[in-house]
């Protein structure tokens, strides 16, 4: 059986495109690979499809020339950053990194409504195929590519180097960590219980509270113990069989022989008696924890509390601007301090993303257009420029296309920025409150909505307050706004265009 791999992946590598236009990403030729390609592998055609087994000569080849099974870090690295078999290797690498990332992308980005593939690819496509800099291996950066490779060579696993690296790809924790940040957790409930720590377990269950309508409160310290003992279970017998047999893939859901073999653990080392069908049940429970606990790591809070004594919810309310003496001075200017800092790279990231919700907007039949968004708005919103004069700028698009498909489009990116940096800013200071304790009983104060109306106003008056003015004097230009300024910065690289 042949498989969809090509002989010229090892003398190709897949970078990222630096316009930042387009896919995101670019396929080059490296001369010294196809150079070794062709003294080495004559019998091959680089354009037929290869077998498993032969793709498995290649790189056992490629791998025994290198000589790094026993080799150190800094020896390993040189070797594979010097040799031009370890160039191959690499090449062939970047392929299966990005498919890995453009599956990631197809399951959970929502059609690019959460996030685009150029945002997700230079967390792990970042090997441009080059000697990396001759300097100490902790001060030079060490590509992605490096890292699986060196783990393969050193676990030696059944699977083939392919799969490996969609493998890896995919459990990257910077990836891991961006998704997260998204609200997207991937991890399956098995390979949650597989990598969380006994200890984290109790912590989690001791002292984490969610808040939102479903929220996991106080448990007691026997629904502790005994999520303690299932997980102990679910290590010895689950975990302990995926050691044993080598398996480093996808967490597959426990057999029936494995449960029954937890039960009986359980039964003889904490007399625990429970049925299959609890048991899975309540793994699911101690997983679904787990996961909210990870979300909330890098999700902001919900706004709404739920009170415990009545059902209902109720708000917080952090004094106004002119009730901070409830705060001690030096906490007022910690978060004055805290606002200026954070200000200009929160709003930075929120223009960034505030075209993406742009370009969303935008209707299938016209996202043939969706490159032409931010040259168009660099022309006519930063330079002011007329349709025609724009035209004459920005090749292949016609005033018909600016007037009715990306001009209507100008007013959202503003309220999508606005939005955005509301919501990161109240996360920011949401947490400062909690972490610095600036209010000693947050339950017992009803402070969230009104931190959020004053955080509305900062925004407005910080960077939107001459768009505001512009509105009711009946302008359109945007110039003197903090928004403005961060906006024709971040759209500079389209002069040249």
Same mark, same amino acid.
């Given at each position: 059986?042949?498989?969809?791999?090509?002989?010229?992946?090892?003398?190709? #590598?897949?970078?990222?495109?630096?316009?930042? %236009?387009?896919?995101?990403?670019?396929?080059?030729?490296?001369?010294?690979?196809?150079?070794?390609?062709?003294?080495?592998?004559?019998?091959?055609?680089?354009?037929?499809?290869?077998?498993?087994?032969? !793709?498995?000569?290649?790189? !056992?080849?490629?791998?025994?020339?290198?000589?790094?099974?026993?080799?150190?870090?800094?020896?390993?690295?040189?070797?594979?950053?010097?040799?031009?078999?370890?160039?191959?290797?690499?090449?062939?690498?970047?392929?299966?990194?990005?498919?890995?990332?453009?599956?990631?992308?197809?399951?959970?980005?929502?059609?690019?409504?959460?996030?685009?593939?150029?945002?997700?690819?230079? #967390?792990?496509?970042?090997?441009?195929?080059?000697?990396?800099?001759?300097?100490?291996?902790?001060?030079?950066?060490?590509?992605?590519?490096?890292?699986?490779?060196?783990?393969?060579?050193?676990?030696?696993?059944?699977?083939?180097? !392919?799969?490996?690296?969609?493998?890896?790809?995919?459990?990257?924790?910077?990836?891991?960590?961006?998704?997260?940040?998204?609200?997207?957790?991937?991890?399956?409930?098995?390979?949650?219980?597989?990598?969380?720590?006994?200890?984290?377990?109790?912590?989690?269950?001791?002292?984490?509270?969610?808040?939102?309508?479903?929220?996991?409160?106080?448990?007691?310290?026997?629904?502790?113990?005994?999520?303690?003992?299932?997980?102990?279970?679910?290590?010895?017998?689950?975990?302990?069989?995926?050691?044993?047999?080598?398996?480093?893939?996808?967490?597959?859901?426990?057999?029936?022989?494995?449960?029954?073999?937890? #039960?009986?653990?359980?039964?003889?080392?904490?007399?625990?008696?429970?049925?299959?069908?609890?048991?899975?049940?309540?793994?699911?429970?101690?997983?679904?924890?787990?996961?909210?606990?990870?979300?909330?790591?890098?999700?902001?809070?919900?706004?709404?509390?739920?009170?415990?004594?009545?059902?209902?919810?109720?708000?917080?309310? #952090?004094?106004?601007?002119?009730?901070?003496?409830?705060?001690?001075?030096?906490?007022?200017?910690?978060?004055?301090?805290?606002?200026?800092?954070?200000?200009?790279?929160?709003?930075?990231?929120?223009?960034?993303?505030?075209?993406?919700?742009?370009?969303?907007?935008?209707?299938?039949?016209?996202?043939?257009?969706?490159?032409?968004?931010?040259?168009?708005?660099?022309?006519?919103?930063?330079?002011?420029?007329?349709?025609?004069?724009?035209?004459?700028?920005?090749?292949?698009?016609?005033?018909?296309?600016?007037?009715?498909?990306?001009?209507?489009?100008?007013?959202?990116?503003?309220?999508?920025?606005?939005?955005?940096?509301?919501?990161?800013?109240?996360?920011?200071?949401?947490?400062?409150?909690?972490?610095?304790?600036? %209010?000693?009983?947050?339950?017992?104060?009803?402070?969230?909505?009104?931190?959020?109306?004053?955080?509305?106003?900062?925004?407005?008056?910080?960077?939107?307050?001459?768009?505001?003015?512009?509105?009711?004097?009946?302008?359109?230009?945007?110039?003197?706004?903090?928004?403005?300024?961060?906006?024709?910065?971040?759209?500079?690289?389209?002069?040249?265009?």
């Amino acid at each position: 059986m042949t498989k969809t791999i090509l002989p010229n992946l090892y003398e190709k #590598i897949v970078v990222l495109n630096p316009s930042g %236009v387009g896919k995101g990403y670019e396929i080059k030729k490296v001369e010294r690979a196809q150079k070794y390609l062709d003294e080495n592998f004559t019998h091959l055609n680089r354009h037929s499809y290869i077998s498993n087994q032969q !793709d498995k000569e290649i790189q !056992d080849l490629l791998l025994k020339s290198l000589s790094i099974e026993e080799s150190s870090q800094d020896l390993f690295i040189d070797i594979l950053n010097n040799s031009t078999e370890g160039t191959c290797l690499r090449c062939y690498i970047s392929h299966f990194i990005l498919l890995a990332c453009q599956e990631r992308f197809k399951r959970f980005s929502l059609g690019g409504q959460r996030f685009q593939l150029h945002e997700l690819l230079p #967390i792990v496509l970042n090997d441009d195929g080059k000697s990396l800099r001759s300097v100490g291996v902790k001060e030079r950066f060490i590509p992605y590519s490096f890292q699986i490779l060196q783990e393969y060579i050193k676990r030696k696993p059944r699977t083939s180097l !392919d799969k490996w690296v969609s493998m890896k790809t995919k459990q990257s924790d910077a990836i891991e960590r961006f998704l997260l940040e998204l609200g997207i957790c991937t991890d399956s409930d098995w390979a949650i219980l597989n990598a969380t720590k006994l200890t984290q377990l109790e912590k989690v269950f001791r002292e984490f509270h969610l808040f939102s309508p479903n929220a996991i409160q106080h448990l007691s310290e026997p629904e502790i113990q005994r999520g303690r003992a299932i997980l102990q279970s679910f290590h010895e017998i689950y975990r302990g069989d995926r050691q044993k047999n080598r398996q480093y893939g996808r967490c597959e859901p426990p057999t029936e022989n494995q449960l029954q073999r937890m #039960i009986e653990y359980l039964w003889a080392t904490y007399q625990i008696k429970i049925t299959p069908p609890r048991l899975i049940n309540e793994i699911k429970a101690i997983a679904n924890r787990l996961r909210d606990y990870r979300l909330c790591e890098f999700q902001p809070p919900q706004i709404k509390i739920p009170d415990s004594d009545n059902g209902r919810n109720f708000y917080e309310e #952090i004094p106004d601007t002119n009730s901070f003496h409830k705060f001690k001075s030096e906490d007022e200017e910690d978060l004055q301090l805290l606002l200026s800092e954070e200000l200009i790279p929160y709003l930075d990231k929120a223009i960034d993303k505030g075209f993406h919700d742009v370009i969303n907007c935008l209707s299938s039949r016209c996202s043939n257009l969706a490159d032409y968004i931010k040259p168009i708005f660099y022309f006519m919103v930063c330079r002011g420029m007329t349709q025609k004069e724009t035209v004459k700028r920005v090749k292949s698009i016609t005033q018909s296309q600016i007037s009715r498909q990306i001009k209507p489009l100008f007013p959202k990116h503003p309220q999508q920025v606005k939005s955005r940096i509301q919501e990161q800013l109240l996360h920011l200071i949401l947490n400062k409150v909690r972490r610095w304790r600036i %209010v000693e009983n947050p339950e017992q104060l009803d402070y969230f909505n009104n931190l959020s109306s004053q955080i509305e106003v900062f925004v407005d008056q910080e960077i939107f307050s001459s768009i505001e003015k512009e509105k009711q004097d009946g302008k359109n230009s945007h110039v003197n706004s903090l928004y403005f300024e961060r906006l024709c910065v971040y759209l500079s690289k389209y002069e040249e265009v």
